[in-house]
């Protein structure tokens, strides 16, 4: 038997419940999940501002052990590592077909087949799919990636979803040397992005939020300057990373940008108004906005590579309210809504 917090909807709790962990299929992977930190879309979902399909089980920012490999299992990680029974792993939110269009465009996220971690409906034959649970059962094409036992389990579930996200964000701007580059926003993924763009070579990097008492956490993750969302930052920065998701932040997005500048939305994944934009202003001044939605494999590795890195670099710990295990679920979600802290963790070891 193995332990799950099921999660209905906005005005229900969560319950605790239980079910016998099956045989594995094909291809599939038996996790020991160890941690599970709370993004802030699972925020959004227990706030009920995203529906999702339920009963389901939260959490996608996990952090496990290889329990057992399934008949015909990957035999190595996406980085060429062996896989084998005790390694620390961490694997994308996304499973999808491998030979699809998307995939092969790099764009596994959105292809044929896709199953996501922490967004499935539990089933009377399928539970063990979210991170609020004491097991994961990776499917087929699910991309793994081995970690470093030393790596703070704590930071090691920031890594499938805040870290590759930011990665994926950076490889969309395009190389960052020498160039200023503005963070829109300074929650996790604002400070994991201020932390990478300080390591891959940005002359400066420039924090906005309204919150005062973030922008100084930024700074010490890098950021060199900051600037409170009404302050002008009028044709300064060369790259705009939007993780706030306000119409405003991306409106303003664009006038920060210098002639040939380049704005990355990531924020906005919730119901949104319409942005308003003037197209010759983009036009004359040559500006390119682009979309991400969740990261590739690509990015995913680059996430494992950076906190690997750099973990002991930047006081990541600093940022997670931990102390809270799966029974107390309930507790955690509505700290993590009520105090809102950068993170909140569920132990699970
Ligand atoms: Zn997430």
Redesign the pocket.
Known sequence: MSKFASFKNKDEKFSIQSAVLPLLNEGEILVKNLCTSI????IHTFQGKRIEKSPTILG??IVGLIQELGPNAPIKDLKGTPLKIGDKITWA?YASSPDDLLSKAAMPQKAKDLFKY?HELITETSHFHGGLSEHTILRKNTPIVVLTPALPDEIASLIN??VS?VAGAIRLAGALNNKSVAVYGTGMLGIIACAMASKMGASDVIAIDENTTRLITSKKFGATETYLPNETLKNKVDIVLEFSGAVLAMQNSINYLKIGGVAIWIGAVFPQPAVQLNAEYIIRNILSIKGLHNYNNEDFINAVNFIEANYSFFDFQSLIKKGFDLDEVQAAFEYASDQNPFRVTIDLS
């Open positions: 993004c802030r879309s699972d996608h920012e939110i922490g979803c805040s996200t």
